[in-house]
């Protein structure tokens, strides 16, 4: 059974980095296609980025440039480098597979605030 665990969230000031890890367990994660998604209060949760076979990547407009998504197949986690963090960034963010029915994991909380 694939199981999704993010980590990584926390306050952080505007301008500043973190990082969000997501460690996956399954077959799925050597070949299928992942994301990011973040939800913030009162919004439905949106797609943030992508990664596809090839390592190929796709972002949200409001992210691009600042947000990167990678994977370490040898690790089996998805990582999310998000730099230049702005107050709308703030959401909760999970991890999760783009075409297959998995559970959604706990998320991982970023606030982005002064």
């Known amino acids: 059974q694939a199981q999704l665990v993010e980590s990584g969230g926390g306050l952080v000031q505007p301008g500043g980095s973190l990082r969000l890890s997501c460690v996956a367990s399954g077959s799925l994660f050597s070949f299928a296609a992942m994301g990011w998604y973040r939800q913030a209060p009162g919004k439905q949760r949106e797609l943030v980025a992508s990664i596809f076979t090839g390592d190929n990547t796709n972002y949200l407009d409001s992210v691009k440039g600042r947000f990167t998504i990678s994977r370490d197949h040898a690790k089996r986690t998805l990582y999310l480098q998000m730099n230049s963090l702005k107050p709308e960034d703030t959401a909760v963010y999970y991890c999760?597979?783009?075409?297959?029915?998995?559970?959604w994991g706990q998320g991982t909380q970023v606030t982005v605030s002064s």
């Open positions: 999760n597979y783009r075409d297959y029915d998995v559970s």
